[in-house]
C-alpha cells in the first residue's frame, strides 16, 4: 500500500471513530486531542497514523471498522505500515 492509499484509510478510519461516540471519547482522552483536532489535523500523515495506532489497539474495532468501510481486516495495518513511522522495527 502507497502513503496515499493509507492516507485515504486513515481518513475513513478517521470518520468511522468519530461516528463511533463511547469510542472517540476513548481515543480523545487516551491521544490528549481536543474534538477540534479531529478535522484541524486530517490531513496530517502524522495524525492519521495516531488514529491508525488506536484503532488496531483492538481486533473488534477493526473488523467493525472493515465492516463498515468494505476493506479487508488487514487494511488498517497495512495503512498504518505505510504512514510515518510505521516501518517496521528491526532489533537485530
Known amino acids: ?49 495516531s488514529v491508525l495506532d488506536f484503532l488496531l489497539m483492538d481486533d473488534g474495532w477493526v473488523i467493525a471498522f472493515c465492516d463498515a468501510a468494505g476493506l479487508p481486516y488487514a487494511a488498517p495495518m497495512q495503512a498504518r505500515a505505510a504512514l510515518p513511522g510505521g516501518a517496521a522495527t528491526h532489533w537485530t
Not at 478517521?14 to 477540534?36: K, M, R, V, Y
Request: aromatic share 6%; charged share 20%.
Open 1 to 49: 500500500m502507497n502513503a496515499q492509499k493509507a492516507e485515504v484509510v486513515g481518513l475513513q478510519a478517521l470518520g468511522w471513530l468519530a461516528g463511533q461516540e463511547d469510542l472517540l471519547g476513548i481515543f480523545l482522552g487516551s491521544t490528549g486531542a481536543a474534538p477540534g483536532d479531529l478535522r484541524a489535523r486530517a490531513q496530517e500523515a502524522e495524525f492519521l497514523a
